[in-house]
């Protein structure tokens, strides 16, 4: 309909990946006063696809950027530099109300904490009843509610009907997210932006939240960018993997292989961190506190050669590449880009 | 309780110490509100041994962290201890006056809460805060306060020149390690954490496990560790405690819990956990949410959730059965000896 009639205005990309970034970099100006200009380099030169049907794990710890790659994503926030191409269109040229409001229910967000993203005065019904007048004016009201039911039945709130009907109170934390992604269901999406959706939730209830993820996929041909830290989580659900380190992608790949083979030290470290009551506990790496990289006005060269004990001279000065190492599996360290085998941890 | 701060550091080895440090006995902790008393712990007892490592783990709602509370003597209104004892070092202390309680506090017991964020004051420096522990335990040399800050700052792997910074200088993992080392200022018997690393990443939580675990082993303290992570705990604790709606579900050793687990609960905790080795396998998690805990079911308070569920479980009230070394509160397990009802 609407873009039909812009569609010409647009650089087309045939056969595009579902959504694509190159080069997406976001900078912060940060202090207040007019002569400090320091910058935080929250997102620097981004490069990463989302397939059809395709569940996209974006790990990294706190600080890495992986939150902000989302919001710019969801159009939170615009980027500094660099592009977002979804379905072939460049997102900078989407700017009428009505395709903006397509593009945001072609891509929702479900938030991390399910306590603060439900409005606690309203039944859940509010919330879902809101979003479909808006992105689904073409529907009557009858048939408004039956695809809140819908989505409600999807997602496991059943009986739907019931459940619309109750307060945010009355739900667990499990029950609450599960509110968050029919929501974000109920627009028929192509690609859901998930940021940290499990890690608020006991572990008992993230396990039926994952599957449910991976569902929305299989059933529901629905993308997912699944935003976390927890690794073993995203293994479980993810098709693929890409790890972030101080606001640029370190490593990404298929999920069995950076698992089977992780190439850069980053990467080591965070598997070799992750908390595995089957298998035997690696110190050793110890040493390495976890703190957060520098990236106020970084100078050139890899940000993780201050924790990295392989760092050479290079590493000091060019900022590595992300190069293909093996098909698909991709890795932005100069020691691997050598060939020579890559063990930090 | 008249020792100074040079003695305090000194008594720490594990050999001047034997016997249980702390005897928790039937404590009941119950949250008095309008719609009614909610009993979130319910007759809980256990010991713990100078020295050891004690994990409680469970969902949130379990009454794990108001136990953890309950025992520190820091439940504020609307909630209570409704009854039993705690014994530590001799004295009960469900029966001290805050005057008296200050004095244990940080010297023989300090805690360490969830979020180092909101436990540190953010308008005083680290150092100031530490001094403050320091001085209300009647230490006034300004050396000495120096002297023991920066020890504490090393013994964590901080530089301590940032006892002059602010909390909000540090990252989180910093902060939490500061948290820390200020509960090692006197080299207390027992440290209570309540959930310290689950605002961490896991290379910070990690870094942290390995850091309060050397630090246990060198100063010889007793560790209450709670937390809803079960991974987390494996490799760190002595035992472990498996809390469910306000009881103890099953509690032993560590690797016997994990190698096998006998409460069902325990077993679907466990099995909830992907892995990043081995082959990939569905998983189901355990379906349905801790009940209410002012609405409890009759009989087994895990049974609608329970996949081993049988008639019985439903209108039974299940007491507490020792199984080899392991409690357990289950009718599976109705062989063994009852410890409690």
Known sequence: MTDQQTAPQYEVLTDAPLLQTSKLTRHFRIGGGLFSRKTLHAVDDVSLTIGSREIVALAGESGSGKSTVARLLARIYAPTSGEIHFEGKRLSDIKGRADVLRYRSDVPMVFQDPFASINPVFRVSHGIMRSLKLHRPDLSKQEQLAEAQRAFEVV????????????????????????????????????????????????????????????????????????????????????????????????????????????????????????????????????????????????????????????????????????ELAPGHHAACHVAQSGAEVKAF | MSRTLDDSLTAGTPAGRAGALLQVENLSAEYVLE?????????????????????????????????????????????????????????????????????????????????????????????????????AHGVSSKEEIAQRSAEVLRMVGIDPLHLKSYPHQLSGGMRQRSMIAMAMLFTPDLVIMDEPTSALDVVAQRSLMVQVKELQQQLGFAVIFVTHDISLVRHFTDRLMVMYAG????????????????????????????????????????????????????????????????????????????????????????????VSD
Not at chain 1, 232 to 245: P, W
Not at chain 1, 261 to 276: G, I
Request: overall charge negative; charged content about 20%.
């Open chain 1, 156 to 323: 496991g709130l059943t009986p739907a009907d019931e459940v619309l009907h109750r307060y945010p109170h009355e739900l667990s934390g499990g029950q609450r997210q599960r509110v968050g992604f029919a929501q974000a269901l109920s627009m028929r999406p192509k690609l859901i932006l998930a940021d940290e959706p499990v890690s608020m939730l006991d572990v008992s209830i993230r396990i039926g939240l994952l599957n449910l993820m991976a569902r929305l996929r299989d059933e529901q041909g629905v993308s997912i960018l699944y935003i976390t830290h927890d690794i073993a989580s995203a293994r479980y659900v993810a098709d693929r993997l890409v790890v972030m380190y101080a606001g640029q992608v370190a490593e990404s790949g298929p999920m069995e292989d950076v698992l089977a083979s992780p190439r850069h030290p980053y990467t080591q470290l965070l598997l070799s961190a992750v908390p595995d009551p089957r298998a035997e506990l690696k110190v050793g790496a110890h040493t390495d506190h976890g703190e957060p990289p520098r990236v106020i006005d970084p100078t050139p060269g890899c940000r993780f050669r201050w924790r990295c004990p392989l760092a050479i001279d290079i590493c000091h000065s060019v900022t590595p590449e992300l190069s």
């Open chain 2, 35 to 135: 719609r009614g008393n909610i009993l979130a712990v319910d007759q809980v007892s256990f010991d713990v041994a100078a020295g050891e490592f004690v994990g409680i783990v469970g969902e949130s709602g379990c009454g794990k962290s108001t136990l953890l509370f309950g025992i520190a003597r820091l439940l504020a209104p609307p909630a209570h201890v409704s009854g039993g004892s705690v014994r530590f070092q001799g004295a009960n202390l469900v029966g001290l006056t805050d005057k008296q309680l200050s004095l244990v506090r940080w010297r023989n017991m300090s805690v360490v809460m969830q979020s180092a964020m909101n436990a540190l004051n953010p308008v005083t420096s680290i150092g100031a805060q530490f001094s403050d522990a320091i001085r």
């Open chain 2, 247 to 338: 009881q103890i579900a099953e509690f032993g050793p560590t690797g016997q819990v994990f190698e096998s687990p006998l409460h069902p609960y325990s077993v679907g905790l466990l099995e909830a956990f992907p892995s990043i080795h081995g082959p990939k396998v569905p998983l189901t998690g355990i379906p349905g949410s801790p009940p209410d805990l002012g609405n409890l079911p009759e009989g087994c308070r895990f049974a609608p959730r329970c996949p081993q569920v049988m008639d019985r479980c439903l209108t039974t009230e299940i007491p507490l059965y020792r199984v080899g070394g392991v409690q357990v509160r289950c009718l599976l397990q109705e062989d063994g000896e009852v």
